[in-house]
């Protein structure tokens, strides 16, 4: 059951117990960061970062950030190293498994209901026509994998093998010589991309248990990464690591990738460089609604190198157009890297999970033709469908497994310069909230990301307004808000004015449920307060209401009046008396017409 070179109709699947030993990952090393060591002696540092919230940012701050990430990348210029960019989305099956709500109360039956209905739809797999209809509720994990080649082979393998050169206390010691100088250039250059990344993004180190986590969410199927225990189980630091990340049987064919026979991945590459690109190109990504995985992966490269200077010579004798229009880009390239941008190669890998469909299934159910068109509308960047090599780009796009000559199978490579690489990595989530201080909605975001909102977070509190176009759901939005203030207090109390009494049901429904409501209700229901007679048992509350209205007018009219209670007693008898005399001349109105007719 080991791999061989397959044709898109044959498929290998191979089993937990043989694949493994394919993987690169023997442990991870307590040195100065969570370090890992590679079964060919390389090494590598993972870290996470919180996906910039560009929605709620200002465009400033997002350039900022943006660049930033691109310039600490390119700044690692030894050959030695290999940086991935790793967004992650996958759907996400708790709300929040930390917040308990109150399901003792109307509110929070209702708040209980409506995170229910969220989760249950990261777990609808059914497809409607409309693909506005399709459940999206995803979360989106951000990494930067730094991985550290040794100059030659350490060999790790070989010992493994029995295969040794020499004696083995010699093999040993040649080992941990090249390890030190190793871990070295590799710590010097993590604090260096560590530094310059945390001045704009959030960032923490990764350890082997978050490590495996990254592996198992992309080789397991949705319903494993949902219902199966053994996926969360930590690493145990006396087994290899390699042998702790497959769960399910995993299927390696030339056109997709099958996971525990449930699930595809299927292959999307870029083959070429955009004519332009911007901070927001990778924004698009947050419109799909499939679980995908994008990796941009980043070598240096040098200007001045010796095969460079052989390509001048070349071209400076061309005379086509093709060869003019290179040597062009190339002096244009010299002429950005002499004002301080750096050179990289770079390539770009989307993974897209096809969902209930194996490889079998893949002959009629593909949709890595119509995702890698939508690709291209979304991000302007040209995508290919990969069928006939996904099980190696596949291999490629796992953490530390990109080594200095993969690209001399795959031939995805292509230069870009510090500010153009800056605006193709996927740095870019959907909005989480307003922040943990004090979490009142359950909503989802356009990305598709679940979140909390609170009012009471803004810069702008306690003041809050409710704005979009007629059917956004503002009305929606503002009982939701009211339910969960509800649900955290039972004793919140709300004034209600509406006069198309949109939140009539709700506020009855919850305050007679005892959720902490008090709907003043005018005579006769009228839903404007204005209107109707000024009598019966709840006529104080509603000249108390008008009170307060008008003190607030007076307040914003003229904001240096001072009015002390006595001034509540006046207003509150001026507007009985206003109701009795409109009472009045109403009477002698419909009398007069009464005559008349």
């Known amino acids: ?98 917040h308990q709500v109150d399901e003792g109360s109307g509110p929070g039956r209702i708040v209980a209901k ?36 040794a100059p030659k082979r350490l060999g790790l393998d070989r010992v493994h093998k029995g295969l040794w050169r020499g004696s083995p206390s010699g093999t040993v010691q040649r080992m941990a010589e090249s390890f030190e100088r190793l871990n070295v250039d590799l710590q010097e250059a993590a604090d260096s991309l560590e530094g310059g990344l945390s001045r704009e993004f959030k960032l923490r180190r ?32 006396s087994r290899p690591l390699r042998d702790q990340v497959l769960i399910e049987p995993v299927g390696m064919a030339a056109s997709g990738v099958e996971l525990g026979g449930e699930d595809t991945w299927e292959v999307l590459s870029w083959v070429k460089r955009p004519d332009s690109v911007h901070v927001g190109t990778m924004t698009g990504l947050g419109a799909l609604e499939e679980s995908h995985r994008v990796v941009v992966t980043v070598r240096p490269h040098e200007v001045g190198s010796a095969s460079e200077l052989a390509k001048d010579g070349l071209l400076a004798l061309a005379r086509d157009e093709r060869s003019v229009r290179i040597r062009d880009d190339r002096g244009a390239v010299r002429d950005r890297v002499e004002v301080g941008e750096h050179l990289v190669m770079t390539s770009v890998v989307a993974l897209i999970r ?15 033709r119509t995702m890698s068109g939508r690709l291209e509308r979304l991000l302007g960047l040209p995508f290919t469908h990969d069928r006939l090599g996904a099980s190696a780009f596949f291999l490629a796009t796992l953490p530390f497994n990109y080594t200095l000559v993969t690209d001399t199978m795959l031939k995805r490579e292509r230069w870009a310069l510090t500010l153009d690489l800056a605006c193709l990595l996927p740095l870019h989530g959907g909005f989480r909230g307003t922040g943990p201080k004090r979490r009142t909605v359950p909503m989802v975001s356009r990305a598709g990301t679940p979140m909390w909102l609170s009012p009471w977070t803004s810069e702008t ?62 005579p006769q ?38 009015l002390e209670g006595n001034h509540n007693e006046l207003l509150g008898a001026a507007i009985r008396e206003a109701y009795v005399q409109m009472e009045r001349e109403a009477t002698r109105q419909v009398e007069g017409l009464a005559r008349a007719g």
Request: glycine content about 6%; hydrophobic content about 40%.
């Open 461 to 522: 509190a306690p003041h809050v307004a409710v704005l979009a176009a007629t059917g956004g759901g503002k009305s929606f939005f503002v009982q939701l808000l009211l339910m969960s203030m509800a649900a955290e207090n039972p004793a919140t109390r709300f004034w209600i004015i509406d006069k198309k009494t949109s939140y009539r049901v709700a506020a009855e429904l919850i305050g007679d449920d005892g959720g902490g409501f008090l709907f003043a209700r005018p």
């Open 206 to 237: 990764c350890d082997a248990t978050d490590l495996l986590m990254l592996l198992r969410r992309g080789f397991h199927s949705e319903k494993a990464l949902r219902d199966l225990a053994a996926l969360h189980a930590p690493y145990d630091p």
């Open 1 to 98: 059951d080991r791999l061989d070179p397959m044709t898109p109709q044959q498929y290998v699947v191979s089993q937990p117990d043989s694949f493994h030993k394919d993987l690169p990952y023997e442990t991870v090393l307590p040195l100065q960061r969570p370090t890992v060591l590679c079964s060919d002696g390389s090494l590598g540092i993972l870290l996470e970062l919180e996906p910039l919230q560009h929605e709620a940012m200002p465009i400033e701050a997002v350039n900022a950030a943006v660049v930033t990430a691109g310039k600490e990348v390119c700044r690692i210029r030894s050959s030695q190293a290999v940086v991935q960019v790793i967004l992650d989305t996958q759907p996400a099956w708790a709300f929040d498994p930390e």
């Open 114 to 149: 409506r995170i229910e209905a969220l989760e249950g739809r990261a777990g609808m797999r059914e497809r409607t026509d409309d693909p506005l209809k399709w459940p999206r509720t995803l979360r989106r994990r951000l990494y930067v994998a730094l991985r550290w080649q």
């Open 354 to 368: 096809n969902a209930g469909v194996n490889l079998e299934g893949l002959r009629d159910h593909t949709i890595g």
């Open 525 to 562: 229901s009228y839903p404007n307060v204005w209107r109707g007679k000024l009598e019966g048992p709840r006529a104080k509350d509603r000249v108390n209401l008008l009170v307060s209205m008008l003190r607030a007018a007076v307040q914003l009219e003229t904001p240096s009046a001072r």
